[in-house]
C-alpha cells in the first residue's frame, strides 16, 4: 500500500539548533515527494518539491530512494519555522497525493 | 487575487443529511482537487476534476461526488452524513494540462469545517 509515515507528532528544538523532520514513505515506482508546511492561521502551502531540488527559507530535503525517505532539514531553526509540516507523495503516473498526518515543529527561544 | 476561496466556513448537520461545499479555484487555474482532513490527521485525497470531469478518484464511498463548472468553480456534494464525516474539508487549485499527468503546485483554501451530529 502506498502511505506516508511521519513519526514524529511534535519535536522541539531551540533557535539555532539543527532541524530533522522525518518522512519515509512506502511506494514501489518513483514518486514524487513534497513538503507542505501551515503556518498558524495560514493556509497548507508547499514548502518544496523534490524534483526542483531547491532550498526554501533554508530547508532542504534529500530523496533516498534506497531509505525510502525524504527527511526536511534546516541547519539553524529560527522561531518563525514553527508551524505544522506534512509530507506529501504523489505516485508517479497519479494526480492524488498522498499525506502523512504531520509533525508540528516548536522553535523555542 | 483572494487565492482559493471556500464556502461555508462552518457547517452543522445532521447525520443522514446531504451537505454542499463551494470552491472557487485561484485566478488562472483550472483543476480543482478536494481533500477530506480529520482531526491530527493530514488530508486524504478525495477527487480531482478537470476541464469538468473527474479525472482521478482517491478512496472515498459514492456518496462523495463533485462537479465542477465551465468557470472552473467546484462543489463537493456528500449524502447520507455520517459521523465519521466530521471533518475539515479542503480544496486546493493548480494548473492541468490536457493528457499529461503533471503535478502541478497546489494552492489550499482555508476550508470548510463541517460538523455532523
Known amino acids: 500500500a502506498q502511505r506516508v509515515t511521519q513519526p514524529e507528532k511534535l519535536l522541539s528544538v531551540f533557535k539555532g539548533a539543527p532541524v530533522e523532520l522525518k518522512c519515509n514513505y512506502s511506494y514501489s515506482g518513483s514518486p514524487e515527494l513534497f513538503w507542505y508546511v501551515q503556518y498558524s492561521r495560514q493556509r497548507l502551502q508547499l514548502l518544496l518539491r523534490h524534483i526542483s531540488r531547491e532550498s526554501i527559507k533554508g530547508f532542504t530535503a534529500d530523496l533516498n530512494k534506497g531509505e525510502t525517505s525524504f527527511h526536511l532539514k534546516k541547519p539553524f531553526a529560527q522561531e518563525e519555522d514553527s508551524a505544522m509540516y506534512y509530507c506529501?507523495?504523489?505516485?508517479?503516473?497519479?494526480?492524488?497525493?498522498?499525506f502523512g498526518t504531520g509533525t508540528r515543529l516548536k522553535v523555542l527561544a | 487575487d483572494a487565492g482559493v476561496t471556500q464556502s461555508p466556513t462552518h457547517l452543522i448537520k445532521t447525520r443522514g443529511q446531504q451537505v454542499t461545499l463551494r470552491c472557487s479555484p485561484k485566478s488562472g487555474h483550472d483543476t480543482v482537487s478536494w481533500y477530506q482532513q480529520a482531526l491530527g490527521q493530514g488530508p486524504q485525497f478525495i477527487f480531482q476534476y478537470y476541464e469538468e470531469e473527474e479525472r482521478q478518484r482517491g478512496n472515498f464511498p459514492d456518496r462523495f461526488s463533485g462537479h465542477q463548472f465551465p468557470n472552473y468553480s467546484s462543489e463537493l456534494n456528500v449524502n447520507a452524513l455520517l459521523l465519521g464525516d466530521s471533518a475539515l474539508y479542503l480544496c486546493?487549485?493548480?494548473?492541468?494540462?490536457?493528457?499529461?499527468?503533471?503535478?502541478?503546485?497546489?494552492?489550499f483554501g482555508p476550508g470548510t469545517r463541517l460538523t455532523v451530529l
Open positions: 486546493a487549485s493548480s494548473f492541468g494540462l490536457a493528457g499529461v499527468v503533471y503535478t502541478d503546485t497546489q494552492y
Open positions: 506529501a507523495l504523489s505516485p508517479s503516473g497519479t494526480y492524488k497525493y498522498i
